[in-house]
């Protein structure tokens, strides 16, 4: 693979990769002198996933690949237990078999390359022994505990702070997407979203164009792999289209995605709308944006800003893709959004069309992993 920005479509074991280097970057601020994460105290912090589902596996994954890393896994909260957890983490319909030693020690214990983690059972947060296992930051993947008296149980049994991987509800709990407004991370946030994979996909390159260009207004079609939350068959569902067989149909269904970019790019607010369309493909997604910008532009111009940004601040979160590539392609890419330069449109001078893949599992996963570094690289 040869486009710019792109680590990975081949799944990485020990990648190369640092959290001051990748994060240092995506995260400073446009002040002069700005402080940077490699010139914070910070602290190795004890990590817990709460549900090893398919981002607190990815999450574990992509950790493992981290050759220098502030995050020390030491629990699982999965009610499969170690003989679910240990097979599910080493054996993977999308992502592969791990290459990674894993073992079942005991009834409550897996290791990774000889890393023990404990494996914990319980479906209320307020019975986790955080308190007793040292845990800093609790990695909430469930879908569950995802506004504030939910999340606040994992800081009632003992954790220090808690990363949302999803949308969170309420406005209460600040949202950060990487390459956009990581930098106003502030270390007194005890629970924090990470937004979602599409807005991770969105909105680093939607920065870029309402930076260079203005957004007046804009629509955007997420074309979206199926997920846990449709049928296999018809069967009942609150939504009547996800209802449907999902490997079966293109399901249209809602996305927050357009419209949480505002909650990282205030300035956005009520310019941005969308939808999803499910489609009969595992992993992978392709977002489509059709903008007016407040400025004249062409396509060459709109790409070359991309380029820029990719080889920039944006690096490890933005790449641009020159060649004519298809969703399996972007399998296991480390970076948020990848910008189909092909694809790129301009009706008259103000009508723009962008087309960018992302790894909605992978990709945000990764983002994960970078937003609880930020935490442990920022702790007081």
Same mark, same amino acid.
Do not use: W
């Given at each position: 693979m040869s486009f710019t920005g792109l680590t990975s479509t081949a799944l990485p074991t020990k990648a190369e990769q640092t959290f001051t280097g990748r994060v240092a970057r995506q995260t400073a601020t446009k002040a002069t002198g700005a402080k940077t994460v490699a010139a914070m105290k910070g602290k190795q912090c004890k990590v817990a996933i709460n549900g090893f589902g398919r981002i607190g596996r990815n999450f574990l994954r992509c950790w493992h690949g981290r050759a220098n890393t502030m995050l020390d896994i030491v629990a699982i909260n999965d009610s499969g237990g170690v003989k679910q957890a240990s097979h599910l983490v080493k054996y993977d319909s999308v992502l592969g078999t791990f290459e990674a030693d894993v073992k079942i020690i005991d009834d409550t214990h897996i290791s990774i390359d000889g890393k023990s983690i404990e494996i914990v059972s319980s479906r209320d947060p307020l019975q986790l022994p955080w308190k007793a296992l040292g845990v800093d930051i609790v990695i909430e993947g469930t879908g569950v505990f995802i506004d504030t008296p939910g999340a606040s149980k994992h800081l009632t049994a003992g954790a220090k702070k808690v990363v949302i991987t999803a949308p969170a509800k309420g406005d209460d709990i600040p949202t950060y997407v990487l390459g956009v407004n990581a930098d106003q991370y502030k270390d007194s946030d005890k629970i924090i979203s990470n937004a979602s994979c599409t807005t991770n996909g969105l909105a680093p390159f939607v920065k870029v164009l309402d930076d260079r260009f203005g957004?007046?207004?804009?629509?955007?079609?997420?074309?979206?792999?199926?997920?846990?939350?449709?049928?296999? *068959?018809?069967?009942?569902?609150?939504?009547?289209?996800?209802?449907?067989?999902?490997?079966?149909?293109?399901?249209?269904?809602?996305?927050?995605?357009?419209?949480?970019?505002?909650?990282?790019?205030?300035?956005l607010k009520g310019k941005l709308n969308g939808i999803a369309l499910r489609v009969p493909?595992?992993? /992978?997604?392709?977002?489509? *944006?059709?903008?007016?910008?407040?400025? %004249? /532009?062409?396509?060459?111009?709109v790409n070359a800003a991309f380029r820029e940004e990719a080889a920039?601040?944006? %690096?490890?979160?933005?790449?641009?893709?020159?060649?004519?590539?298809?969703?399996?392609?972007? %399998?296991?890419?480390?970076?948020?959004?990848?910008?189909?330069?092909? *694809?790129t449109m301009v009706m008259g001078d103000d009508m723009l069309k962008v087309v960018a893949w992302y790894d909605n599992e992978w990709g945000?996963?990764?983002?994960?992993?970078d937003l609880a570094e930020l935490c442990a690289a920022n702790w007081e």
């Open positions: 957004i007046v207004k804009g629509l955007m079609t997420t074309t979206h792999s199926y997920t846990g939350d449709q049928r296999i *068959l018809d069967a009942s569902h609150r939504d009547l289209r996800r209802a449907r067989a999902a490997a079966l149909n293109i399901v249209p269904t809602s996305t927050g995605a357009a419209k949480a970019v505002a909650l990282v790019l205030p300035q493909t595992p992993n /992978v997604s392709v977002v489509d *944006l059709v903008v007016q910008t407040s400025k %004249k /532009v062409t396509a060459d111009e920039g601040k944006l %690096k490890g979160i933005l790449a641009v893709a020159d060649e004519p590539l298809v969703s399996c392609d972007f %399998k296991c890419s480390d970076v948020s959004t990848s910008i189909d330069a092909a *694809l945000y996963s990764q983002r994960v992993v």
